[in-house]
Each structure stands twice: as C-alpha cells, then as structure tokens.
C-alpha cells in the first residue's frame, strides 16, 4: 500500500469545481508539510501547492493562483485541494506528496512519499 491516497478526481465541465483529498492510512500527516503536484499527459510534473505543518500555503503554478485552495483538518488526517473554476488545461494526473525532511517545496525531490495520483479531466 502507498504511504498516500488521493481520491476525488473526475471528469468535470471547463468551471466547475472539484475537492481533491489526501490521506494517509498508516501515518499522521500532521508534522508534514504536504504538497499537491500534477502531471498533464507528455508534460513534466510541477507542484500545484503545499502547505506546512502549521496551515501555511503556497501555490507554485501561476494559473491557478485564486482558483486552488489548499487545506489541512488535522482531526480527519486528510489534506485538501480544492479546485473552482476548472479549465482544460487543469487536466492532469493529480498527486500528493510528503516533504520530508524540509517543508514545502517546489522540489520533487524534497518529498520523499506519494500517492498514485488521482486523474481529473475538465472538458466540455
């Protein structure tokens, strides 16, 4: 089993919105800075955003600053992203990430567990 489990992917209309969730089963996410990256088909994976382990968020990708929200409920161990205003180009395979030993990052390299991605679609 991966250490982290994205769920909430789907297939959506060009602004409409989707929740995306990370959770880990056998681990407390809370020390964790957590951060979400993407890959589109033929395309490098970037970071979408991160947060720390005490609520602060950064978005790394210039289009989805004001659409992409990133959040943490520490009770539930998930982490969350939610995504309004979706546009074709937010189409990609979705993934969460533990950064381990630093905090957040824009770095692949600076997390050290994943999930296996979650695909999300935006077509009309």
């Known amino acids: 089993q991966l250490p982290l489990v994205e769920s909430g992917g789907g297939g959506v209309q060009p602004g409409g919105s989707l929740r995306l969730s990370c959770a880990a089963p056998?681990?407390?996410?809370?020390?964790?800075?957590i951060g979400w990256f993407r890959q589109a088909p033929g395309k490098e994976r970037e970071a979408v955003s991160c947060i720390t382990n005490a609520g602060t968020a950064s978005y790394f990708a210039d289009s989805v600053q004001g659409r992409f929200i990133i959040s943490r409920d520490s009770a539930k161990n998930v982490v969350y992203l939610d995504m309004n205003t979706l546009k074709p180009e937010d189409t990609a395979v979705y993934y969460c990430a533990r950064a381990y030993p630093g905090g957040c990052s824009s770095r692949r390299a600076d997390f050290d567990s994943w999930g296996q991605g979650t695909q999300v679609t935006v077509s009309s």
């Open positions: 056998g681990f407390t996410l809370q020390p964790y800075a």
